[in-house]
């Protein structure tokens, strides 16, 4: 299309103006029109890397950091970086430019804006990997549309403008069709006159020239581990800058879901990325019944919209049959709210394939299977007992009725529950009916009485096993919840900056089993840090060494988040955030990661302890500028 001649052409016209600009980095072209406006403008040059036996040529932020320019110019903004380098992708490194006060004129092709991720797939059939957060364009001060007619720019393809002739070829046959680059113009045009749309309105707002403001429709987006998630996420940033609202992220995490294999828990994690990375609110919710858990939610947040993702997967379970789809509950469970249904494109034949692998019995703990026979073997001994005094038959059924739900109780899951129900059955026809110590029956009364003695120790069975699991996930929550009090009261009782400290960083480590570490800050540079390890086994040096170091002083430098899980010194063993309030940095918190990334409600609780260390420590400073005061006042 030509962004980088566009963007050359502008450098030199503000060079003509006397402004300070430098090129940072062009992407190397065999165009010799392109390549001749790199005369005249200063070059940094790039960063050469010799990796795994490649030469890499990167952006040189370090370089650029030290000139500080003006202006510098920085091209393909969705680049990824290479790992040798400080941040994941280019589009970081443009942000730290811009934290340092550095204006930036950089390149983008609309099939790299994130929320557009899935409709340029579905028009393309190719997946494009290299993608920045939308928040990124919102936020530019000056957007410029390079358009050209898609015929022309196949002609500039036929010329070798472009590429060379072997990559023209491929080029041809793959993504520059022509149907895909009038589909790709249209997109181009529509994100740019929105963008347009939203700065009007804006102005209209700020000039009071809208007598009736538009209210904003908070939009929820319910997300999981499926593939389809990222769709979802996209549609709900779409809608949301649409509507000029807010959007939230939200998760519900069942007792089958706490199984997730290691597959399904990376991907949920990357959803969960996707979502804050584009600016969504990411909650997450406890409990068996989603259907109501979602609605709850989404009248406590006043919720005008739900997007939802079409389950595909037909059931096979037999517990399940009966069962109504999730969005079918959803939408019968309420008449205000919309909800916006978006089916799986991903349902092809590798998906078809992965989803009839995922379709196994599970499998039960021998241990579990030998309480249930332990507990059925008493029931039938007590019911033999019974027998023997003269009682009915019902107080036997009682018996074995009391016997599911003890299995039920004393299990996992619904398996054994259900076969503990059948085998009931068997054992009162086999040893209470006649004829006797046999599987026949006379009475032909026995016909309704095993179909409803399976049905009441199944369904009984079943509402034990939930309320049970209930019970433990209120449980976990209250254990939470007092702990987070208990942490409270410890800081509020905090006597000086190093109290403080210990108190807190004591308490992440044992709630999370990890080593914790903290950087206070005195005299605008980060102390030596203070050390915590639940677990004496484990080594404290993982977090002391100079790349975790350089990590932690640039979260303090640059107010960010940085190390595992992050895009910003994603190499380094722990992750690290800043210990901030409304206006000031105190000091960075880290977590080793060696086992991982944190997962939301990990992260959700180490961030809940690091704003309560922030205010306690917040007070202590006070206190102590207080008194140096008063002391002061004596003198």
């Not at 549309?145 to 036929?158: A, H, N, Q, V």
């Not at 007792?255 to 969504?280: H, I, P, V, Y």
């Not at 009364?445 to 209120?474: C, D």
């Not at 005061?629 to 004596?634: C, D, F, N, R, V």
Request: hydrophobic share 40%; aromatic share 10%; proline share 3%.
């Amino acid at each position: 299309m030509g962004k980088s001649y566009e963007m050359l052409m502008e450098a030199h016209d503000m060079k003509k103006l006397d402004k300070d600009i430098v090129i940072g980095y062009i992407e190397p072209h065999a165009r010799p029109e392109t390549m001749a406006l790199l005369d005249g403008i200063e070059n940094i040059g790039p960063k050469i890397i010799e990796y795994k036996g490649i030469t890499l040529i990167e952006f040189d932020l370090d370089k650029a950091l030290l000139r500080k320019p003006r202006i510098i110019l920085v091209d393909e903004l969705a680049h990824t970086n290479a790992s040798t380098q400080r941040h994941r992708k280019r589009w970081q490194d443009i942000e730290e430019l811009l934290d340092n006060g550095i204006d930036v004129y950089t390149t983008l092709n609309v099939q790299h804006i994130e929320s557009l991720n899935d409709i340029v797939e579905s028009i393309t059939h190719i997946s494009v990997r290299e993608t920045i957060p939308d928040k990124i364009f919102d936020d530019a001060d000056k957007v410029e549309l390079i358009d050209i007619e898609p015929d022309e720019l196949l002609k500039r393809f036929s010329d070798g403008k472009v590429y060379s002739e072997e990559q023209t070829k491929k080029a041809f046959n793959n993504f520059f069709t022509k149907n895909n680059l009038f589909a790709l113009r249209e997109i181009a045009l529509r994100r740019t006159a929105d963008r347009v749309n939203y700065e009007v309105e804006s102005v209209r707002l700020s000039k009071e020239q809208i007598t009736v403001i538009p209210t904003s429709d908070a939009i929820l987006a319910c997300i999981g581990p499926s593939p389809s998630s990222s769709r979802i996420i996209r549609t709900a940033t779409r809608m949301a800058e649409a509507h000029h609202s807010k959007w939230i992220a939200l998760y519900v995490e069942t007792t089958k879901s706490q199984k997730l294999d290691k597959e399904d828990k990376e991907r949920l994690n990357a959803n969960f990325n996707l979502a804050e990375q584009l600016g969504g609110e990411i909650v997450t919710l406890y409990g068996d019944n989603i259907v109501e858990q979602i609605i709850q939610y989404a009248k406590f947040r006043n919720v005008t919209k739900i997007i939802i993702g079409k389950n595909h997967k037909k059931t096979k379970n037999l517990f399940n049959f009966y069962a109504k789809d999730i969005v079918d509950k959803l939408m019968n469970s309420n008449s205000y709210i919309d909800v916006y249904v978006i089916p799986n494109s991903i349902l092809n034949k590798k998906n078809s394939s992965v989803i009839k692998k995922n379709i196994t019995i599970s499998k039960v703990p021998s241990k579990e299977v030998l309480i249930s026979s332990l507990i059925m073997f008493i029931a039938t001994i007590i019911s033999l007992i019974i027998d023997y005094l003269g009682f009915s038959e019902v107080n036997v059924i009682m018996i074995f009725i009391l016997g599911v739900m003890i299995v039920n109780i004393e299990t996992t899951g619904y398996i054994l529950g259900f076969v503990c129900s059948i085998i009931s059955v068997m054992l009162f026809n086999y040893f209470f009916t006649e004829p006797r110590y046999s599987l026949q029956f006379y009475d032909k009364s026995y016909l309704v009485t095993f179909p409803i003695m399976l049905a009441v120790t199944f369904i009984i069975g079943t509402l034990t096993n939930k309320i049970q699991r209930e019970a433990r996930n209120s449980l976990a929550r209250e254990n939470r919840t007092q702990i987070l009090y208990r942490i409270s009261r410890k800081l509020l009782s905090a006597t000086g900056k190093t109290d403080v400290v210990a108190i807190g960083i004591k308490y992440i480590s044992r709630l999370l089993e990890r080593t914790v570490i903290c950087y206070l800050l005195q005299e605008n540079k980060l102390q030596a840090p203070f050390i915590y390890n639940s677990d004496k086994g484990e080594k404290n040096g993982a977090l002391l060494n100079k790349e975790e170091e350089a990590a932690a002083y640039w979260t303090f430098l640059n107010d960010k988040e940085s190390g595992t899980g992050t895009n910003t010194f994603y190499g380094a063993k722990g992750y690290y955030m800043p210990l901030k309030g409304q206006e000031k940095i105190l000091g960075v918190l880290g977590i080793l990661c060696s086992d991982g990334s944190l997962k939301p409600e990990q992260k959700y609780i180490f961030e809940t302890v690091a704003s309560q260390i922030y205010i306690a420590l917040d007070r202590e400073i006070l206190a102590e500028t207080f008194l140096q005061w008063e002391m002061k006042a004596k003198k």
